[in-house]
């Protein structure tokens, strides 16, 4: 079974600082995607980036960047130039691809919050 | 385009009751799943659907709980005899089989008393 490992609680930034978030995963499978998704507090989870496991280019979203180690089974998140909005829950998620449910596997996520 | 939609957003029930929720999933994505996540955790996957099909029910989802998406189209979550253990948020995502990122909604927050 596939599991996600999130290794930072909490973090707490000064705003325009960067940070990065830590992601691991575990799997045998060669083909697979990986998600961030950010949780503001009270609202719905959005998702941030994804990265596909056959692409060797680190995805990038705005300020949003990942580190995409495959061979380390690390996947780790830089949010540049960081804004009070940012302050969420980050989730790290896996989604392996074979037929049936592409269903997602969640670490137990990053709690940032960016100060003024 | 209108995003994933959850009713309701918060249900108090007391134990022993059961409680049906509601999705109803971007208009044109066929897939459609529910999580449930508890405080503090990340969401965990309950079931699946294809279209109208149930493809695949997790553990986690006992005989209590039943999923329907009859047409298609919005999906129903209901639980019967609730316990206090199944307080948590449920959390209803679909997407589309040619892109397979999910789409998240708000999530019905369930308080059994």
């Known amino acids: 079974a596939q599991t996600v490992t999130q290794s930072q609680p909490e973090m707490s930034v000064q705003e325009a600082e960067t940070v990065t978030l830590s992601c691991t995963y575990d799997t045998s499978e060669s083909n697979y995607y990986l998600f961030w998704y950010k949780q503001p507090p009270s609202r719905q989870m959005i998702l941030v980036i994804r990265?596909?496991?056959?692409?060797?280019q680190n995805a990038t979203e705005n300020r949003f960047s990942v580190n995409f180690q495959k061979a380390a089974k690390s996947f780790s998140l830089k949010i540049s130039d960081s804004q009070l909005g940012d302050t969420a829950m980050y989730f790290c998620?896996?989604?392996?691809?074979?037929?049936?449910?592409?269903?997602?596997?969640f670490g137990q996520g990053t709690r940032l919050t960016i100060n003024p | 385009d209108t995003g994933v939609s959850q009713d309701p957003r918060h249900k108090i029930t007391k134990r022993g009751q059961n409680v049906t929720f509601r999705c109803d999933p971007i208009?044109?994505?066929?897939?459609l799943y529910w999580y449930r996540q508890t405080l503090g955790q990340g969401p965990e996957f309950l079931t699946y659907?294809?279209?109208?099909?149930?493809?695949?029910k997790s553990r986690l989802l006992s005989d209590r709980f039943s999923a329907e998406r009859p047409k298609g189209s919005f999906s129903t979550l209901e639980i019967q005899r609730t316990e206090q253990g199944d307080s948590a948020m449920y959390l209803c995502?679909?997407?589309?089989?040619?892109?397979?990122?999910?789409?998240f909604g708000p999530g019905t927050r369930l308080t059994v008393l």
């Open positions: 208009s044109e994505h066929n897939r």
């Open positions: 995502a679909s997407s589309l089989s040619t892109t397979d990122t999910q789409y």
């Open positions: 990265q596909e496991a056959y692409k060797q």
């Open positions: 659907f294809q279209n109208e099909a149930q493809l695949e």
């Open positions: 998620a896996f989604m392996r691809l074979i037929q049936g449910a592409q269903k997602l596997v």
